[in-house]
């Protein structure tokens, strides 16, 4: 990583902006249901406190589309916060306004203070100039440790890096050193499994990696496109019929780089979108009309842990059936208690409905890393630049 971090400039007692990715999700009681964002900002809150610095964090949650909706308030994460560093952080009441300016002026060393969702602010999202102004206007460094939306170029993201000097927190530093680093120069045998709807959301990705990895292993609901391109019926699953050319030049690609492209060799069923619908498990080539794939079938699980069982490097983004539905997770689950289990093999989740998957089964600490990012890591795989990581100074 070629970026610079909170250790690489002098922090002591400085007001620092913290952009933080307290993106969580809540209950309809409005608690937190799974703390993990919280949880992985607190090294670097903690280091900044330790030097006598005032702390200023920031954030989004959900999608309040500019407008202050009470549903969307931080108060949840400001108590949650409370108690991880236990000690108060205050919330303001808005973000740039009366009270947050009044909050962070009377700060001592040691405070924190959290704004009021940023996305409050139509500004925000359009990264308006002016908006990051005022953000930066309250303290004297900015630190980027918010890696799941470093895909976007935002006014607290990206924009308040062209007022204040610009270095990543610990959280964003462990993303690209262990994303980066695999991609680079990665222990071989180096494979990928990508799971998702549509060929369409990773198009990038699946070009990017057959450029990198010695083997590339597909489920999910855009199998179902590579099989039509085949020539097989798919029945009623999934397939986007515009990109069938694309599924065939992506398998020519894997051909000529000498990649091994892994297909699903059976799928299971169902009649309908529903969770006890009628199911059953047939070949790749015998999915008869009127059924739609939701799963991996067994003989394929077998056949992708068996070829896993070579690897020395794997990234995971996307899950390889509909993991919703406990008749339809099998695939999913068998896949990560596997890639759970193997020794001395570095395995990376790309964020997002993958590592909801993992952590529904509770095994999240038998993985190398957990991304926090679902839209960023794949950004990162696609070889794309980050809005938020650019910004940043370099070393």
């Not at 607190?42 to 406190?49: D, F, Q, W």
């Not at 108060?75 to 740039?96: H, N, T």
């Not at 409905?353 to 679902?374: Q, Y």
Request: charged share 30%.
């Amino acid at each position: 990583m070629n970026k610079k971090t909170i250790r690489d400039i002098d922090v002591k007692g400085k007001k620092v902006l913290v952009r933080c990715d307290f993106n969580v999700p809540l209950d309809e009681n409005k608690n937190i249901t799974d703390n993990r964002r919280i949880v992985g900002a607190v090294p670097t809150i903690k280091y900044l406190l330790d030097n006598d610095c005032k702390v200023i964090l920031c954030s989004h949650l959900g999608r309040p589309k500019g407008e202050v909706k009470k549903e969307f308030s931080l108060e949840p994460v400001a108590k949650e916060l409370s108690r991880l560093l236990d000690k108060e952080v205050k919330l303001a009441d808005d973000i740039i306004g009366e009270s947050a300016k009044s909050l962070t002026a009377n700060m001592k060393n040691g405070d924190v203070v959290l704004l009021e969702n940023v996305r409050f602010d139509a500004r925000e999202e359009a990264n308006d100039p002016e908006f990051a102004k005022e953000l930066a206007s309250m303290a004297e460094l900015y630190v980027n440790d918010a890696f799941g939306t470093a895909h976007r170029a935002h006014s607290s993201t990206a924009g308040v890096a062209a007022y204040l000097p610009a270095v990543a927190g610990f959280l964003m530093e462990k993303e690209l050193n262990f994303l980066g680093t695999t991609l680079e120069n990665p222990e071989r045998p180096f494979m990928a499994i990508l799971g998702g709807k549509k060929v369409s959301d990773k198009i990038g990705v699946i070009d990017s990696l057959l450029e990198k990895v010695d083997t590339l292993m597909i489920g999910g609901g855009m199998a179902y496109t590579f099989f039509k391109a085949m020539g097989y019926n798919v029945g009623n699953s999934i397939c986007e019929l515009d990109k069938l050319d694309l599924a065939k030049s992506l398998m020519e690609k894997a051909e000529e780089k000498g990649v091994k492209l892994m297909l699903p060799v059976d799928t299971k069923l169902g009649k309908e979108f529903s969770a006890d619908t009628e199911s059953k498990t047939v070949k790749y080539t015998e999915i008869p009309d009127g059924w739609e794939g939701f799963d991996i079938g067994e003989e394929t699980i077998k056949l992708y842990e068996e070829e896993l069982s070579k690897a020395k490097t794997v990234i995971w983004n996307g899950p390889v059936g509909l993991f919703e539905f406990d008749q339809f997770a099998v695939g999913t689950n068998s896949i990560a208690k596997y890639l759970g289990s193997l020794d001395g093999v570095t395995t990376i989740i790309g964020g997002g409905d993958s590592a909801a998957a993992i952590e529904k089964l509770g095994i999240g600490d038998k993985f190398t890393h957990i991304s926090t990012g679902g839209g960023a890591s794949l950004e990162f795989l696609e070889g794309k630049k980050l809005p938020g990581v650019e910004c940043l100074l370099d070393k």
